[in-house]
Nanobody, 124 residues
């Protein structure tokens, strides 16, 4: 399995931006499709964005389209989530995850490895 560590979370005002990073170790990141999920207090974990092995294909939740961008740098074994125009409802713990295929990128059950999460708080 690949080990994942997220970073880049924090407190930001509404309308601001954050860039999350997910560093991988233990396996070559290019072997995995990657996803970002989030979980707000009292809510279920939800899909945010996903990217295929070489970054050719991306997939976004409706809530992320036009505001968030997922990218990857396989040479650095890192995946990114650029978040712009943040809203208070984006407040959550954000997790990156890895899976071997890209058949159902929005399904958390398909992901094999998860990071510990990074907190994002957006104030109004």
């Amino acid at each position: 399995q690949v080990q994942l560590v997220e970073s880049g979370g924090g407190l930001v005002q509404a309308g601001g931006s954050l860039r999350l990073s997910c560093a991988a170790s233990g396996r070559t990141l290019s072997s995995y499709a990657m996803g970002w999920f989030r979980q707000a207090p009292g809510k279920e974990r939800e899909f945010v964005a996903a990217i295929s092995w070489r970054g050719r294909n991306t997939y976004y939740a409706d809530s992320a389209k036009g505001r968030f961008t997922i990218s990857r740098d396989n040479a650095k074994n890192t995946v990114f989530l650029q978040m712009n125009s943040l809203k208070p409802e984006d407040t959550a713990v954000y997790y990156c995850a890895a899976e071997r295929d890209f058949r159902r990128p929005d399904q958390s059950v398909d992901y094999d490895s998860w990071g510990q999460g990074t907190q994002v708080t957006v104030s109004s």
